[in-house]
T-cell receptor, first 114, second 111 residues
Framework: KAGVTQTPRYLIKTRGQQVTLSCSPISGHRSVSWYQQTPGQGLQFLFEYFSETQRNKGNFPGRFSGRQFSNSRSEMNVSTLELGDSALYLC?????????????FGPGTRLTVL | DQQVKQNSPSLSVQEGRISILNCDYTNSMFDYFLWYKKYPAEGPTFLISISSIKDKNEDGRFTVFLNKSAKHLSLHIVPSQPGDSAVYFCAASEAGNQFYFGTGTSLTVIP
């Protein structure tokens, strides 16, 4: 099976711009979660989508949004970028059907906001 | 608020010796715990998990111990190998909800 893929791998934007990141989960996985990783903060949960519906949400401002398509691919959008949004954004897919599902991570998108 | 904490940002161990990575959590309702390993420029990869109904789970060189009364879990790697050098994250969840991750411990295994 192909793993989780994320595009693009690297991105440079300026403050005030918006950005869309894409994640393709492992075939058959219906759950996609997004995380932000910054130095010293670990992985901070953004949101999880399951069957096109947001199932869980972390404590991020409304500038961060996402969606999931019928083929389980997911996109994450950040509007009005701030310098503090510079981070590695990781998505993870899982089967999502039981309480304890292992998550498989993609390589991440490195976003730099100038 | 950091519900899962890894208080040691880094750890160095000689090859062949035991590596012990620690993780503390604050939410007593967490019922599932995982360890992930992350190499630079790659996403985290799943290493081992443990349910709250157990206090130990072993997989080859990796063993995870859970002490629910202390809200503490640890990952033991025996024997440590240079290829184990990576950043290790612990994570916890409650009833299948979101995972909370620690800030990671960078392990260096010295040949």
């Amino acid at each position: 099976k192909a793993g989780v893929t994320q595009t693009p791998r690297y991105l440079i934007k300026t403050r005030g711009q918006q950005v869309t990141l894409s994640c393709s989960p492992i075939s058959g996985h219906r759950s996609v979660s997004w995380y932000q990783q910054t130095p010293g903060q670990g992985l901070q949960f953004l949101f999880e989508y399951f069957s096109e519906t947001q199932r869980n949400k972390g404590n991020f401002p409304g500038r961060f949004s996402g969606r999931q398509f019928s083929n389980s691919r997911s996109e994450m959008n950040v509007s009005t970028l701030e310098l503090g949004d510079s981070a590695l954004y990781l998505c993870a897919s899982s089967d999502g059907t039981s309480a304890h599902n292992e998550q498989f991570f993609g390589p991440g998108t490195r976003l730099t906001v100038l | 608020d950091q519900q899962v904490k890894q208080n040691s940002p880094s750890l160095s161990v000689q090859e062949g010796r035991i590596s012990i990575l620690n993780c503390d959590y604050t939410n007593s309702m967490f019922d599932y715990f995982l360890w992930y390993k992350k190499y630079p420029a790659e996403g985290p990869t799943f290493l081992i998990s443990i349910s709250s109904i157990k206090d130990k789970n072993e997989d080859g060189r990796f063993t995870v111990f859970l002490n629910k009364s202390a809200k503490h879990l640890s990952l033991h790697i025996v024997p440590s190998q240079p290829g184990d050098s990576a950043v290790y994250f612990c994570a916890a969840s409650e009833a299948g909800n979101q995972f909370y991750f620690g800030t990671g411990t960078s392990l260096t295994v010295i040949p």
